[in-house]
């Protein structure tokens, strides 16, 4: 008569491939969620960049916007978005282009909100008149896995505004050491 019990070799198996299964499953989720959090600082990004076109062809330069004391280092975790917040230390001039800077204002007199009240990134854009004439670049800095190292997205409008290592026109992620 045959048994029709496990052995204990039978179950170690069982175990081992089970086991290798929710690591793979596991990484391929923290991998596929980080992805998302990225989508959303291109999505974001694209949005200031179309909204920099917009306030430059209606005052003639382009703004520098800042995130509200606090908000960097960014975290792993949601935050609410302050698009018209004047907390902190700066407090912006408004909508007057001063050159070679351009014009200090918040996110909403830049006319932009994202489509979500929460965000994983901090947003910044800044301006600079070059050679080559008025430029700016934006950027998203974020924590996304709680390591304490920064993964940031940078748009330039020119070749290395700010020193930035962005090609003009370019969307490109780097990580940042431990802040």
Same mark, same amino acid.
């Given at each position: 008569?045959?048994? &029709?019990?496990?052995?204990?070799?039978?179950?170690v198996?069982?175990?081992?491939?089970?086991?290798i299964?929710?690591?793979?499953?596991?990484?391929?989720y923290?991998?596929? $969620?980080?992805?998302? &959090?990225d989508?959303?600082?291109?999505s974001?990004?694209?949005?200031?960049?179309?909204?920099? &076109?917009?306030f430059?062809?209606?005052?003639?330069?382009?703004?520098?916007?800042?995130?509200?004391s606090?908000?960097?280092?960014p975290?792993?975790?949601?935050?609410?978005?302050?698009?018209?917040s004047?907390a902190?230390?700066?407090?912006?001039?408004? #909508?007057?282009?001063?050159?070679?800077?351009g014009?200090?204002i918040?996110?909403n $007199?830049?006319?932009?909100?994202?489509?979500?009240?929460?965000v994983?990134?901090?947003?910044?854009?800044g301006s600079?008149?070059?050679?080559?004439?008025?430029?700016?670049?934006?950027?998203?800095?974020?924590?996304?896995?709680?390591?304490? #190292?920064?993964n940031?997205?940078?748009?330039?409008?020119?070749k #290395?505004?700010?020193?930035?290592?962005?090609?003009?026109?370019?969307?490109? &992620?780097w990580?940042?050491?431990r802040?």
């Open positions: 008569m045959a048994n &029709k019990g496990l052995t204990l070799l039978e179950l198996v069982v175990i081992a491939v089970i086991a299964l929710a690591t793979v499953a596991i990484t391929s923290n991998r596929h $969620q980080l992805a998302t &959090k989508k959303e600082a291109i974001i990004l694209r949005g200031l960049v179309h909204a920099q &076109k917009r430059y062809s209606e005052n003639g330069c382009y703004a520098w916007v800042f995130p509200p606090g908000r960097i280092p975290t792993n975790h949601k935050q609410p978005w302050l698009g018209g004047r902190g230390w700066w407090s912006g001039w408004g #909508r007057t282009c001063i050159q070679p800077w014009a200090y918040t996110f $007199q830049l006319d932009f909100k994202p489509t979500s009240s929460l994983y990134f901090t947003y910044y854009c600079i008149l070059m050679d080559s004439g008025p430029a700016f670049a934006c950027a998203a800095w974020g924590d996304l896995d709680g390591d304490g #190292r920064i940031r997205w940078d748009y330039c409008s020119e #290395r505004v700010f020193g930035m290592q962005c090609e003009r026109g370019e969307y490109k &992620k990580n940042t050491t802040f």
